[in-house]
C-alpha cells in the first residue's frame, strides 16, 4: 500500500502542531512522520541580520517550496531524506540538518502546507483548522514570546503587518482546497477520531 500523506493547514496558532502531534500518537511514531513547514523558511545567512528580521516570513515566498516538494516526493518514493532544521531567532539554517525515514503516514502541517497544487497534488487529503483570530493571536504571542524569544511589541507589529495580511489574502482562501474544515468548538479527541475516520476509510 501507498503511504499516506495529509496536509495539515490552518492560520498562525490554529493548533496545526498540537493536531499533528497528537494525530501521531494516536498512530504511534514508527508508522508516522511529521514534516514542518516552518522548517522550509528560506535561508537568510547571506544577508544582515537587520534586514533579515524585516523580511515577511508570512508570505508564501518565503519558503524553499521546491525543497519541500523534492522532500515530500523522495519520502512518498520511499526514500530517506535531510529536512533542514532552522534558526528562528537568527532567521537562518542551522549546519546540522534532521535525518527522517519514509513511514506509512507523513503529516505535513504549516500555514501554507495545501496552498500550493504542487504539495496538495501529492496529498491523499487536506485539513483545515478554522480557528477565530483573536484565539490564534494569544496563541501565537505565547509561543513566540515563550520559544522564539521575541518581545510582545515585535509580535503585534509582526501580527498587524504582515501576519494578519496575508493570512487575509493567502491562507484564508487555501480552506476552498480543504477535505476537511475544523472548527473551534470540537475537542482535541473529536478532532483526532474523525481525522482516524478519514484515515481508515483512505486506507481501504
Given amino acids: ?98 535525518s527522517c525515514k519514509p513511514k506509512k503516514i507523513i503529516l505535513v502541517e504549516g500555514i501554507f502546507a495545501i496552498f500550493f497544487s504542487s504539495l496538495r497534488k501529492l496529498y491523499t487529503f487536506n485539513v483545515f483548522l478554522d480557528i477565530p483570530p483573536d484565539i490564534r493571536l494569544i496563541r501565537r504571542i505565547n509561543r513566540d514570546m515563550n520559544n522564539r524569544d521575541r518581545s510582545i511589541k515585535s509580535v503585534t507589529k509582526q501580527y498587524l503587518d504582515t501576519v494578519r495580511p496575508m493570512h487575509n489574502q493567502f491562507v484564508e482562501p487555501s480552506k476552498n482546497y480543504a477535505d476537511i474544515i475544523i472548527d473551534n468548538d470540537k475537542s482535541i479527541e473529536s478532532i483526532i477520531e474523525a481525522l482516524m475516520l478519514k484515515i481508515k476509510s483512505v486506507s481501504l
Fill in 1 to 98: 500500500m501507498n503511504n499516506l500523506i495529509i496536509g495539515i493547514a490552518g492560520g498562525t496558532g490554529s493548533g496545526k502542531t498540537t493536531i499533528a502531534k497528537a494525530l501521531q500518537e494516536k498512530l504511534s511514531k514508527s508508522d508516522s512522520l511529521i514534516i514542518k513547514q516552518d522548517s522550509y523558511y528560506k535561508d537568510l545567512s547571506h544577508i544582515p541580520y537587520k534586514e533579515r528580521i524585516s523580511q515577511n516570513f508570512d508570505h508564501p515566498n518565503s519558503l524553499d517550496i521546491e525543497l519541500l516538494v523534492n522532500h515530500i516526493e523522495r519520502l512518498k518514493n520511499k526514500k530517506n531524506i535531510s529536512a533542514p532544521d532552522y534558526d528562528f531567532t537568527k532567521h537562518i539554517r542551522r549546519q546540522k540538518k534532521i
